[in-house]
């Protein structure tokens, strides 16, 4: 069974930055893809940025340059540098793992930006 536990959310000003983590237990290896979504008040879950062995990461268009994830696979550990937030970028962040078909979601962590 894997559990994903995201934290690091808050509120910061335009402009500011905030770290993302998501530690994840049971076991997750390197093929498998995690990756980064958001949801905005009253809009669709979207994905944020992608990981996996086999590519460079994927970002959406809207957080290229300033976004960037990485991954510890050691630690079984994804995080997410956000710089030069936006009132835009607001929304609860999910941290996703793709076991062989089988998706896996963290309970989320509120990220709002406003000044």
């Known amino acids: 069974q894997v559990q994903l536990v995201e934290s690091g959310g808050g509120l910061v000003q335009p402009g500011g930055s905030l770290n993302l983590s998501c530690s994840a237990s049971g076991n997750i290896f390197p093929k498998n893809a995690m990756a980064w979504y958001r949801q905005a008040p009253g809009k669709e879950r979207e994905l944020v940025a992608l990981?996996?062995?086999?590519?460079?990461?994927i970002y959406a268009e809207s957080v290229k340059g300033r976004f960037t994830v990485s991954r510890d696979n050691d630690k079984q550990t994804l995080l997410l540098e956000m710089n030069n937030l936006k009132p835009e970028d607001t929304g609860v962040y999910y941290c996703?793992?793709?076991?062989w078909g089988t998706g896996t979601w963290g309970q989320g962590t509120q990220v709002a930006v406003s000044s």
């Open positions: 996703y793992v793709d076991r």
């Open positions: 990981t996996t062995d086999a590519t460079i990461p």
